[in-house]
């Protein structure tokens, strides 16, 4: 397993990155990153069925469709993202919860229980919602990433995937609302220390480092960084975003 980092907060670079990851390499890699505001859909959503576009607009929150299904959700500096990518394992199924229990580990070393859901998402107590995750599998490897509400505005998560009027008629994958709260919230709830939203991610991060029993970070050779920015493309293209 290895962690990689990345040092870009582009929504567009870190999905195509998690595609290039998924299609091009062999390896077993964790890969963490954060990104600016933005609505990330479902490949099989329909946009105007989950995203409020004038208000996206005009607070320059980007809208950009994820290569894996399950429902729309909404990033920020406030949040981090962790996607586990693999190679199948033979007699292991993909559709296991399994892939959430490092993240799990790691937050009880901070006195912070999550449980797992019934759809592969994360809660604290209370029942509030902090990690919703999707999933991307094909003949010989697999990819789930999710969510890791630290500080993020929830007011502009509510208003961004608030829709008044839906087409029913469109076939397509709808999000499922839940009760959502900031894991910083959570902690000062608990008279816990509230880090900055960089000193948590490092933490965790490095607690995750830990985990793997590795001696570093890793990040994208320069090359590697060339063929993410050819594949970015796809996800920057209006076509594919509002394919739906």
């Not at 063929?227 to 996800?235: A, G, R």
Request: contains cysteine; aromatic residues 10%.
């Amino acid at each position: 397993m290895k962690i990689i980092h990345s040092q870009s907060n582009s929504p567009t670079f870190n999905l195509a990155a998690e595609e290039f990851l998924f299609s091009e390499r062999q390896d077993d890699v964790l890969f963490l990153y954060v990104n600016e505001p933005s609505v990330i859909i479902g490949s099989n959503q329909a946009i105007r069925n989950e995203v409020d576009l004038a208000f996206c607009a005009e607070n320059n929150i980007q809208i950009v469709r994820r290569m894996s299904g399950g429902g729309a959700v909404y990033h920020d500096l406030g949040n981090l993202n962790y996607c586990f990518i693999s190679n199948k394992t033979q007699g292991q199924s993909s559709l296991s919860t399994d892939f959430l229990l490092p993240i799990v580990n790691v937050f009880d070393t901070m006195n912070i229980p999550l449980e797992i859901g019934k759809r592969k998402d994360l809660w604290l107590p209370g029942g509030f919602k902090i990690s919703g995750t999707a999933s991307h599998i094909s003949k010989n490897r697999e990819l789930h990433h999710g969510t890791l509400l630290y500080n993020t505005d929830l007011d502009k998560l509510k208003k961004s995937l608030f829709v008044r009027s839906k087409n029913i008629e469109i076939k397509a994958i709808p999000s499922v609302p839940s009760t959502v709260k900031n894991i910083r919230t959570f902690l000062e709830e608990q008279n816990y220390e509230a880090y900055s939203a960089i000193d948590f991610f490092q933490l965790v991060i490095e607690k995750l480092r830990y985990m793997f029993d590795l001696e570093n970070i890793s990040s994208f050779s320069e090359k590697e960084k060339a063929e993410i920015n050819s594949l970015e493309t796809k996800y920057q293209s209006l076509i594919w975003t509002f394919k739906k």
